[in-house]
């Protein structure tokens, strides 16, 4: 049996994984406040999933849903160039 090869190398040559661009962690950094919201809010509701939610429980998830709803509309605001808010 003869094995079977290409015999022309590829078209594209396959490009060494070189990470993210720079302009990918300038949009991943501007996009921290939110993703770190939004851990929060996934860990209040974590605490809360094999248990019955305290008072306690219900605040914390309370106060990460409206860290994220800040981080998201300052996140739209500075991706708009709102400055004061809605107009």
């Given amino acids: 049996?003869?094995?079977?090869?290409?015999?022309?190398?590829?078209?594209?040559?396959?490009e060494?994984?070189?990470?993210?661009?720079?302009?990918?962690?300038?949009?991943i950094e501007s996009e921290l406040p939110l993703i770190l919201a939004?851990?929060?809010?996934?860990?209040a509701q974590i605490i809360t999933l094999d248990r019955v939610p305290?008072?306690?429980?219900?605040?914390?998830?309370?106060?990460?849903r409206r860290r994220v709803l800040a981080a998201r509309r300052?996140?739209?605001d500075r991706t708009t160039g709102m400055v004061g808010g809605a107009a």
Avoid: F, H, N
């Fill in 1 to 14: 049996m003869k094995p079977i090869v290409a015999r022309q190398s590829a078209v594209t040559p396959a």
């Fill in 54 to 64: 305290t008072d306690l429980d219900a605040r914390r998830v309370r106060r990460a």
């Fill in 38 to 43: 939004e851990v929060d809010l996934l860990d």
């Fill in 74 to 76: 300052a996140l739209a």
């Fill in 16 to 27: 060494p994984d070189s990470g993210p661009s720079a302009a990918e962690l300038d949009a």
